[in-house]
């Protein structure tokens, strides 16, 4: 029944920012951690960027400083602000959202390239 609906990717140039969005469609009992991740062409999926219930953050090295992550008091759905992107971000990106069971969004390309 839960979904986790993704919007925000496209494509853009480098230097340029994008805004992801994640908003679960259905019940989510206490949710922990909600989670982005991202894959690349030819890469493992890696984790980008994490925020707990208590709005603890982390983010991978290479996104530190050019991405923020955040979530909505009012409802389930996480964001992420993507600035200063470079062609090294290009990706499928995917949220996640950790509670008593694991939810991924259906994942939204992301292309830095001129």
């Known amino acids: 029944q839960v979904q986790l609906v993704e919007s925000g990717g496209g494509l853009v140039q480098p230097g340029g920012s994008l805004r992801l969005s994640c908003a679960a469609s259905g019940s989510i009992f206490r949710v922990n951690v909600m989670r982005w991740y991202r894959q690349a062409p030819g890469k493992q999926r890696e984790l980008v960027a994490g925020i707990t219930s208590g709005g603890s953050t982390n983010y991978a090295n290479s996104v530190k400083g050019r991405f923020t992550i955040s979530r909505d008091n009012a409802r389930i759905a996480v964001h992420l602000q993507m600035n200063s992107l470079k062609p090294e971000d290009t990706a499928v990106y995917y949220c996640?959202?950790?509670?008593?069971?694991?939810?991924w969004g259906q994942g939204t390309q992301v292309t830095v390239s001129s």
């Open positions: 996640n959202i950790q509670s008593s069971r694991s939810y």
